[in-house]
């Protein structure tokens, strides 16, 4: 059974930094794996995501301010979060695809407030 924890949410202040974390455990077919948020009140969105060559993509909204990445050897990804706005603040979740079948993590809780 696949399994997908994130990790890293907390408080912070506009302008501060975050470090998002998300390991797969249960296969070692992980492909792409991505990055989602759904702040109250709205959907989920897609935030950022990475193949399992490397290459990534960012919604506009985070571009040039948030960096995904990658280690293949823990089944990790990881979001950097940089210059964060009170617009931010959402519930922070990962996704994995195995053999074309996508999996959830439960989310983390980013709040960005003065």
């Known amino acids: 059974q696949v399994q997908v924890v994130e990790s890293g949410g907390g408080l912070v202040q506009p302008g501060g930094s975050l470090r998002l974390s998300c390991t797969a455990s249960?296969?070692?077919?992980?492909?792409?794996m991505g990055w989602y948020r759904q702040a109250p009140g709205r959907k989920r969105e897609w935030v950022a995501g990475?193949?399992?060559?490397?290459?990534?993509n960012y919604s506009d909204s985070v571009k040039g301010r948030f960096t995904t990445s990658r280690d293949g050897a823990k089944n990790t990804i990881y979001l950097q979060m940089n210059s964060l706005k009170p617009d931010d603040t959402a519930v922070y979740y990962c996704?994995?695809?195995?053999?074309?079948?996508?999996?959830w993590g439960q989310g983390t809780q980013v709040t960005v407030s003065s």
């Open positions: 990475i193949t399992r060559a490397g290459i990534k």
């Open positions: 996704k994995t695809q195995v053999d074309l079948l996508g999996f």
């Open positions: 249960g296969s070692s077919n992980t492909s792409d």
